[in-house]
């Protein structure tokens, strides 16, 4: 990589102060991938309040004079990891900094993502230093219900500010993971409801009751005589968010029979899901893609234990040849990485069948439609938000730098990470 | 008369080597070569023959013997196969839950030599390998160093000394792993006294031994921890210590210079932090590169830049997996992600081949490609640091040992059905790995 050009760069970030507000940005880069057509050579990106206002080749977009001016070898979108626990599943792995897993019962729909999100975790800063500009974060995919999603922008100011979706998906886990134990909390072991599945059958009976429990629910709130409408149910609401498909279930499943088991349960029910992980994806590829649903994929590096244990680095290329639509996802980690970096998953995606642009894709433009936020970010296209990585040469390969992340205009200079 | 096992062994070896001796040379030719020993030589040649570097150097160069069985394989990187310092592969266990100190629990005794994470490593291009025992207690067994061969039994992968004694460490951990509930120490303080206490038995019963100068009568019963720990006080035994925060990396360096063992600095996340006491001290790293600081508070500090720091400041610098941690198939990525940090390309290549043989001790047979030494490479399809590259071939003394072209080997490198599988069940009723995975690609669900 030419260092001269990622001086430039650092000059650049350096001459000006860490802006805590959105800047009137123009971004040039040796090639811009859009992700809304070819990819451009000399490439401009112009931001004005926040938002991007043109996008370019060089001799076609003109840079106003008072303009603050990036440049980088290789622009993108700002990536999407489009299923992550960041915010809550924090750095230090303490109990004070661990707000992922809610351990007292197995269904717990109504826990929602916004009310435990750490804006100011050092692991947002972490990911947004690679480029991830956007992270659909939330409960993990540890009890069967673990609770809500949000979909946030990594600016690292407070949930409400950064949110983007607060409540986008409910976890919903079936397989080894789904199968909680319920740790040590009072209560525990009392009403047989909150006891935890102990057999996936037994999971997937007490789902199908919360279900017809909600649709019982919903009816009920519809009868005509007000007094005998049951009062508000938060955890059936959001069941019933998941019916209306206005939130709906992301499930984790690996194992092909608990694929199938989550396409069944869809069919009963005729919920739109998003699945998750599926290790087992290419046993039932045909399923999957006859299903119409989309996958977030489990991390290409993901340890291969357990349910996962057949993963594959290639299952998101096999995926994404058979037509299904496809986001990469840094999943949830208990250990060490406490946070896997999206754009690193995509990287071994990329160089194991799925190719550059379908995986630069798969944490960009298609994460952004999966998410349903492809109006706002995803592609560098006029009105989107102006949500911009940088890098000093091929954003997947391992000895290359992000160096600068926009957000909403905003600029981040983290240094080359 | 017992039973002498070794016998047998040595009669199979010397027949082994009678054959070695007659196999042809090989020669890798065309490639792109970084011997690691010297400077990279862009169209090079490397002849082995009987598990050994018979030749290396630039196409034209190089004369090969008569019958030289030839392979091109041009537009291939060759260099010599990935050492890896730390790892449990293999399922290995050390010590157990009964005391913190337990030098004489042996990881001999526990490798499954099937397990699928050996072939896998083998897939990440890893020819040479410390397998260890956990770090939750302060000395949890004998380490054993291993080449990859293609293997049975344990004996298969072993790497015999010159005294005919089994190549391997001793580990140690300090820091938050290895405190617990008693009979384990609750403090750093005590950690270091405990181990203390026991280094001070290890050197009176090295003196006792000495005063009994060959005399049964006089000689102290025999005690197995001890005696490992003789081993490490005559520095035939190197201390493999795992240790994350600063302070703790200084107690090591500490209890190092007062009993003057050998050791090796394990993870070292706040190796950054005294660069210059660990140069000092003239005592190697071993670093692990993982995606994200934390996951433990020992490791808020970790840093990517720590490989670059030690290297600056003239710290012997290599690398590790610490698989499962992280995955022996992407153990490249450790080097890269150095390069990224800003350690040098050289430093970061020598930090996954001759500094790994030397904090192992193995230099003279093994890290870099060198006539006489083992002929352990591989051959990669691009650049040694590029996520684009895969690692095709990886040879061990001359035999190859994976190959990706093979679909078996690739399942294991890529992942799949099957690929977890330690053994392939065939005899009886278990359709075979291979199978499955080939009726998911080909069969009814395409």
Known sequence: MKTSLRLLVLAAFAAAPLSLRAENVAITGDTVYTMAGAPLKNGVVLIRDGKIEAVGPADSVKIPADFRVLKAAVVTPGLIDAHATVGLSGLLNQPQDQDMWERSAPMQPELRAIDAYNAKDPLVAWVRSYGVTTVNTGHAPTALISGQTMIVKTLGREADEDVINPAAMTSVTLGRNGLTVVEGVPGAGGPSAAKPPGTRAKAVAMLRDELIKAQEYAHKREAKDEAKRPGRDLRLEAVLRALDGSQPFLVTVNRQQDIISALRLAREFKLKIILDGCADAPLVINEIKASGFPVIVHPTMQRSYEDMENLSVETAGRLHAAGIPIALQSSYEAYVPKTRVVLFEAAVAAANGLGFEPALASITIDAAKLLNIADRTGSLEKGKDGDVALYDGDPFEYTSHCVGTVINGQVFADGPH | ?446
Not at chain 2, 50 to 75: R, Y
Not at chain 2, 211 to 219: E, Q, S, T
Not at chain 2, 254 to 264: A, Q, T, W
């Open chain 2, 1 to 446: 008369m017992p039973y002498r096992p070794l016998s047998g062994m040595a009669l199979l070896c010397a027949l082994a080597v009678g054959l070695c001796a007659q196999e042809k040379p090989q020669a890798f030719t065309n490639a792109q070569i970084i011997p690691i020993a010297g400077e990279p030589i862009a169209h090079g040649v490397l002849v082995v023959q009987g598990g050994k570097i018979l030749a290396v150097g630039a196409v034209g160069q190089v004369k090969l013997p008569a019958g030289t069985q030839v392979h091109d394989v041009t537009g291939q990187v060759l260099m010599p196969g990935l050492i890896d310092s730390h790892s449990h592969i293999g399922a290995g266990t050390g010590g157990d839950g009964s005391a913190p100190i337990q030098p004489d629990a042996r990881v001999l005794d526990s490798l499954d030599v099937r397990d699928a994470s050996i072939q896998k490593a083998r897939a990440g291009g890893i020819t040479a390998v410390n397998v260890m025992p956990g770090s939750g207690h302060l000395i949890s067994g004998q380490t054993l160093y291993l080449k990859l061969r293609t293997a049975r039994t344990i004996d298969d992968l072993l790497i015999k000394l010159p005294d005919g004694s089994n190549a391997g460490g001793l580990k140690m951990a300090n820091g938050t792993n290895s405190i617990k509930a008693a009979p384990f120490p609750g403090t750093r303080a005590k950690s270091a006294a405990l181990v203390r206490e026991q280094y001070i038995k290890a050197q009176e019963y090295r003196d006792k031994i000495k005063r009994a100068n060959g005399d049964p009568d006089k000689m102290p019963p025999r005690d197995l921890a001890l005696e490992e720990l003789v081993e490490v006080l005559d520095g035939k035994r190197i201390v493999q210590n795992h240790t994350h925060r600063h302070d703790d990396i200084l107690t090591v360096l500490r209890l190092s210079k007062e009993f003057g063992f050998k050791v090796v600095l394990h993870h070292v996340s706040e190796g950054w932090k005294v660069a210059d006491e660990i140069a000092a001290a003239h005592v190697p790293c071993s670093v692990i590169m993982i995606d994200s600081p934390g996951g433990k508070l020992e490791t808020r500090d970790a840093d990517w830049r720590t490989p670059a720091i030690l290297e600056k400041a003239g710290v012997l610098v290599g690398f590790h997996t610490d698989d499962p941690i992280c995955d022996s198939r992407r153990f490249l990525r450790s080097a890269a992600y150095a390069v990224r940090a800003g350690m040098t390309r050289k430093g970061a290549l020598e930090g996954m081949t001759i500094a790994n043989a030397k904090i192992l001790g193995l230099e003279a047979r093994t890290g870099s490609l060198e006539v006489g030494k083992d002929a352990d490479f591989i051959l990669l399809s691009g650049d040694p640091l590029s996520v684009y590259t895969h690692v095709e071939q990886t040879w061990v003394e001359g035999k190859k040992v994976f190959d990706l072209s093979n679909p078996e080997d690739h399942l294991y490198a890529v992942g799949g059905v099957g690929a977890g599988d330690s053994r392939r069940a065939q005899l009886c009723c278990f359709t075979s790995a291979w199978d499955l995975i080939m009726a998911a690609n080909e069969g009814g669900n395409q």
